[in-house]
């Protein structure tokens, strides 16, 4: 008996010795937030006066920016597809904007649009079977969809005001945008398919513009001016998708555009004319409002950002 005990004794001590052991090498060195560099590459937009629009990529960091189209017309609101596998842009090469995929490399440009009207935002939906965009048909600009395999257009909204800048929930049954049906701009999203139930997420008497859904289809980022200034420039805010815990992410006194999620949902990248009237930069900050940091900081004019793997 008294060896039994002993060996449970001997038994139990090592099994805290190694459960001590293990812990502790699984405990890392602090890394300070700040110097942690967030994952994935941002596909955006440089502006020239030699070639105008085109389409780049770089690390989250910065780094390693890469030219993947930029012709003597322009290529601009790029897209990344779901699956990491192409980008959706709009390329008006033939002197109307069309909707053109792009291997991630900058290869092989195909049109998947060649009607007579312009088009605009392209997004791809979960599953990137189809693309949602909007475009003014009559006079009217709506939120329509392009089925990419069928090669047929599905009108989503139908209001006789403007309908701009879809993007997709990630389940696919809705898209949020934004719409100027009450005077000023708001964000509203719409049954995918019929273009049934509206509904209207932000009221308030300021523009807010450029809706994303996050990947976890928790937020929409969107643009709004600072609530407690008159004649503020534009904010990053994001808010439930349902409309409440409206938060207000970036306090500058710049003006933000074009809000998108990193591929976790850790991080934003907006554009911001940060240096001045005439430049703009690519900056990221925090879901949580902290660590607003330019990532392109050059003297080159850098526009609509897209957070992908
Ligand atoms: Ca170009
Ligand atoms: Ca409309
Ligand atoms: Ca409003
Ligand atoms: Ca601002």
Redesign the pocket.
Known sequence: MKLDKMRYVFVMAAIVLAVIYLASCGKKDPVSPEETIPAGKIIYVKNDITNGYGIYSMDAGGGNQTMLIDTEDDEMVPDCACDGSKIAFIWNKSGINQIYSLNMDGTNPEPLTNDQTGKFSPRWSPGDFMIAFHRAVDG????WVLHIERETLIQI???????ITPSWSPDGSRIVFA?N?DGDYDIYTVAVGTGADPVKLTNDTVVNVSPQYSHNGEWIVYISPDADIAESDPEVFKMRVDGSEITQLTHNTFEDFSPCWSPDDGWIAYRSRVTGPARYDILRIRADGTGETNITNNQENQAWPDWTN
């Open positions: 009217n600009t709506d939120i909204t139908t209001d006789e005001a403007a309908d719409s049906r």
